[in-house]
């Protein structure tokens, strides 16, 4: 599923490992007793690919380097957001973080495209387990070094590791919680230890953590905002940057790791440049005039109308849809449950009434999305029907505090008659709201309390007021005002992290094997957690259990089933209005690029695998 641009969030830190953990491992016996070493860690099962694999399937290995990538950020995690930057640290929760600083930090371990759930070696070498899952070595590759020349060490490692748990992101802070520690037994060997009470991702994630230099970072404030590229490891360095206009990174052409078979064919371009713009339309400019020559396009409307200028119908952009392969995410306008006025799902529920999809679908998207009804839409953790006697188990000693729909068919939303402002949907919507206590006064609908119920929609972007503006009607209709404020993006991020608003857009990105990461969105603690991405306040002892449930499943029948319970409980609760999905991608790019016959099994792997093709780029007149 790709999202609107500026609403992607990730799940934090637990994308970065792209996978989560295992059951069981493949590897060699280690000649301690009470140790397995590995070359690879996966969720539950086999590894695909043996320890001497030389390459990914889905790589060119022999694209040629050179040329330029120049795009838009394309999602935001930690402290990033879309519009603007003033730190190139995006691994705390102070300041705007940069794009692209990712790639500038290597790590233990990498994912694969091809694999759900699974990192092979990259400072790492190989992987000691205890045999109680609760101590890890990792070996390093001796030739590892920072761009300074000097050895990335086992101390480097415990330092990042042990700063990002203490001082990091608060959604590193969470997603380590019961990590107790790193420590270097040598300079080739890092000791990770984890509490009794570990989640069955949290190796992996481990695995993907950034790696920073201890030296660099020594009299320095890692808490704090800077303008100075921290040292870093990965295949790409800051070349140049005006802050809040563009960054560029060019690739460092004595890496270290460049022939690693996780590395071999990917890393393609001689320079990366994210374009900053305040406006959609003007980048969308920009990309027409070449000052950006990829674009993702995330709205249907755009897409089937904004495509006719003169590059495109003389073929030098071209628009591809790509099928993505990847797990349906969450997009929809979240209520914050923490102001009065929220505190009853009916209230809520009726509020989402007011929204036509089918309307808004066919006369806006053209036809082009899908309706969500799921928080693990399109897969196996969906739930449907009643619940089977695994989820009863489950949900059984929370019958009483949660609705009686649980324990039912799960809630769907209803479809509209698709005339954009459905009667019988409407007349619903003021059946729940005189249940729940409100009432009439002329044109205007109260609270309980007296008060009218009036909220404000939260933006930073004026790409969705279109299809907000008929459901702010519908919801007037009510008796019920509403405002749609587009703010600054400092602005919007302050009080994101400070949970100041009613209704905002939140897009998550979905995962095939979820865990760590659902406690950043939907635990009670991350609830009362400032910068944690559970806008909507959710705080549920039964959905605090299923979290933890998905998070320690030994299996994938035991985490559909919990997921299955968790999707439940979500979906009564009604803390969002879901809104869509579409299942491919929609990419327009300059005719400059070159992109492996294979497709990755779960991504479309643009434009990360493609390279530049000079040969294309001179037939079109366009210089790297």
């Not at 120049?70 to 003033?86: C, H, K, M, P, V």
């Amino acid at each position: 599923m790709k999202l609107t641009r500026r609403r992607t969030l990730e799940l934090g830190a637990a994308s970065l490992a792209a996978a989560t953990v295992p059951a069981t491992f493949t590897g060699k016996a280690f000649a301690a007793d009470g140790w397995t070493e590995t070359h690879g860690l996966s969720s539950f099962g086999e590894l695909a690919q043996p320890a001497d694999f030389p390459y990914f399937s889905y790589v060119n290995p022999k694209a040629p380097k050179g040329g330029i990538l120049r795009l838009q950020i394309r999602s935001a995690s930690g402290n990033q957001n879309f519009e603007t930057f003033d730190t190139l640290n995006i691994f705390v929760l102070r300041g705007a973080g940069a794009a692209g600083m990712d790639g500038t930090f290597d790590t233990l371990m990498s994912g694969t495209a091809d694999e759900p759930s699974t990192l092979y070696g990259l400072v790492a070498q190989r992987v000691r387990i205890a045999d109680d899952k609760l101590t890890y070595k990792f070996l390093l590759r001796p030739e590892a070094r920072f761009h300074d020349g000097s050895r990335l060490t086992a101390k480097d490692v415990a330092f990042s590791f042990n700063i990002l748990k203490e001082k990091g992101h608060p959604l590193y802070r969470t997603l380590l919680r019961e990590f107790v520690g790193a420590t270097a037994e040598d300079d080739a060997t890092v000791v990770v230890k984890f509490t009794p009470q570990r989640s069955r991702d949290l190796h992996l994630l481990i695995g993907g953590l950034p790696i920073f230099s201890e030296a660099w970072w020594k009299g320095r404030d890692f808490e704090g905002t800077t303008l100075e590229a921290p040292l870093g490891s990965g295949a790409y360095k800051v070349a140049r940057f005006e802050q809040g206009r563009f960054i560029e990174f060019d690739r460092v052409k004595d890496y270290w790791g460049a022939n690693l078979p996780v590395n071999i064919g990917t890393n393609n371009f001689d320079r990366i440049r994210y374009e900053y713009y305040r406006e959609r339309q003007i980048g969308f400019e920009g990309f027409k005039t070449g000052e950006t020559n990829y674009n993702e396009e995330f709205t249907a409307r755009f897409w089937a109308t904004a495509y006719d200028f003169p590059a495109v119908k003389d073929g030098r952009i071209k628009r591809i849809e790509l099928p993505s392969g990847a797990p349906v995410g969450t997009q929809g306008w979240y209520f914050n449950t923490r102001r009065p006025k929220f505190a009853d799902p009916r209230i809520r529920e009726a509020i989402g009434l007011a929204f036509d999809f089918e309307w808004t679908n066919r006369t806006i998207m053209y036809e082009a999305y899908t309706r969500l009804t799921s928080f693990f839409e399109n897969s196996d953790m969906k739930a449907t029907g009643k619940p089977g006697p695994e989820e009863l188990k489950l949900l059984e000693p929370f019958r009483g505090s949660v609705p009686e729909e649980v324990f039912g068919e799960p809630w769907v939303p209803p479809k509209s008659d698709g005339s954009g402002s459905d009667r019988a949907l409407l007349r619903q919507a003021n059946d729940l709201l005189l249940a729940a206590g409100c009432k009439r006064d002329g044109s205007r609908l109260r609270l309980p309390n007296g008060e009218p119920l009036e909220f404000e929609f939260l933006d930073s972007s004026g790409a969705l007021k279109p299809h907000t503006e008929p459901f702010q009607a519908n919801l007037r209709r009510l008796g019920i005002e509403t405002s749609f404020r587009q703010v600054d993006a400092a602005q919007y991020k302050r009080r994101l992290d400070d949970f100041d608003f009613d209704v905002m857009i939140i897009a998550l990105g979905g995962s095939f094997t979820p865990g760590d990461g659902l406690y950043n969105v939907y635990s009670s603690k991350a609830a009362q957690t400032p910068g944690s991405r559970n806008m909507a306040g959710i705080s549920s002892p039964a959905i605090d259990a299923m979290v933890d449930r998905i998070a320690r499943a030994h299996s994938r029948d035991e985490l559909n089933i919990a997921a299955r319970a968790l999707d439940r409980l979500l979906r009564a609760g009604r803390y969002w209005i879901p809104q869509w999905y579409k299942e491919n991608s929609l990419i327009a790019h300059w005719d400059v690029f070159g992109r492996p016959e294979n497709t990755p099994k779960y991504g479309t792997g643009a434009p990360g695998l493609w390279w530049w093709d000079d040969e294309k780029a001179k037939k079109i007149g366009v210089t790297g």
